[in-house]
Structure formats: structure tokens, C-alpha cells
């Protein structure tokens, strides 16, 4: 599938780019660190303009947190139940990052937006189901966004040709980060 991605972001360039990110940052699980990365690896190669790479993801994570923040935050949890999150709000996983986020709900959202990505969508929908201040949840996921996509878009601009076997370490470590602070 990651294939499939890469070829769409030769075609269609920063509208992909924002589309994945977007997506991903909604509720699809699509590899959109994978697919930033590599578009930081075809910047070096002058496929693709880096700053351009840099504001489309950003802006495709921003408004995809923004938004499934908004929906919960407006409707809450029986109108996420019924467009078919029922299942996910009634697994274990959801539970404990609820009582995660119930503990320490501001440095959830930041952490959740580049140290820990996987949850992060659960944590938009908590942040509006908990009606967390947009201006605080906006700064941090402005703020961790920043890092995030920079981060990743930078590794795959300096390591280039390489950037799939970092993707490999990258994404290992993030799963052992995630087993260890279960």
C-alpha cells in the first residue's frame, strides 16, 4: 500500500501530501509518517520543494486534529458512536488513554502529536469530548505538529535514498516506545 502512496505523491505532490496527512489525522490509518518522509527524501532529490512538503503536511495534520476535535467537542460521544466509532470507544485501548488523558490531558495532546503519534486521534476526540480550550489545544498541537512533521521530513531529506530502512528503526522504536508505556 505504501507504494501505491509514494506513486500518488509523484503524481499529485503537495495535494496527496495533505490529503494523507489530513486523513491520518482524522481517524484513517494510513502511514503518513511514512509517506512524509519520504516526500522529505524526494525534496533532497528536487522532486519536491521541502517548504512546500513542510506546509502541506502541517496544515493537512492541523486541520485533521482541528476537526475531529470539533466533531466530539460538538457532538459528542452518542454522534461518534453512531458514524461507526462505537467499537473504538469500547476498547480497552480507548479506556487507557482516556485515563491517561484524564491525568495529564494538555501534555497528552502535545506528546500525542510526535513522541507517541499512534493515539492521537483518540486524543482529539477526547480533548473535545472533555471540552479542553481550543486556544490550549491549539498550541499544543500547533506546537507538537511542528516538531513532528519537521522532524520527519528533515530525516528523510538528510538520509535521502536511505530513508526507508530509518523508516524501519523509526518505526520500531515508536513500537517499543508505545509496549513500554502500556
Not at 509518517?33 to 524526494?42: C, N, R, T
Not at 490531558?105 to 510526535?114: E, G, I, K, S
Not at 522532524?151 to 523509526?170: C, K, Q, R
Request: with cysteine.
Amino acid at each position: 500500500m505504501l507504494a501505491l502512496f509514494l506513486s500518488y505523491l509523484l503524481l499529485y505532490k503537495y495535494l496527496i501530501l495533505f490529503t494523507i496527512a489530513f486523513s491520518a489525522s482524522v481517524i484513517l490509518p494510513l502511514p503518513a509518517a511514512a509517506v512524509l518522509m519520504a516526500a522529505g527524501a524526494f525534496a533532497s532529490q528536487g522532486y519536491l520543494d521541502f517548504n512546500f512538503v513542510i506546509l502541506a503536511a502541517l496544515l493537512g495534520n492541523l486541520l485533521g486534529d482541528s476537526l475531529s476535535y470539533f466533531l466530539s467537542f460538538r457532538f459528542g460521544r452518542d454522534f461518534l458512536m453512531s458514524i461507526g466509532l462505537k467499537k473504538i470507544l469500547a476498547s480497552k485501548q480507548f479506556a487507557f488513554i482516556e485515563r491517561r488523558f484524564l491525568a495529564h490531558d494538555l501534555a497528552t495532546v502535545f506528546f500525542t502529536r510526535w513522541l507517541v503519534p499512534a493515539p492521537g486521534t483518540t486524543v482529539n476526540l477526547l480533548s473535545g469530548l472533555y471540552k479542553v480550550p481550543l486556544k490550549h489545544f491549539l498550541l499544543c498541537i500547533i506546537s507538537g505538529e511542528i516538531i513532528y512533521v519537521v522532524s520527519f521530513a528533515s530525516l528523510g531529506y538528510f538520509f535521502g535514498a536511505e530513508w526507508e530502512e530509518l523508516l524501519s528503526i523509526v518505526q520500531n522504536l515508536y513500537t517499543i516506545g508505545a509496549l513500554t508505556s502500556l
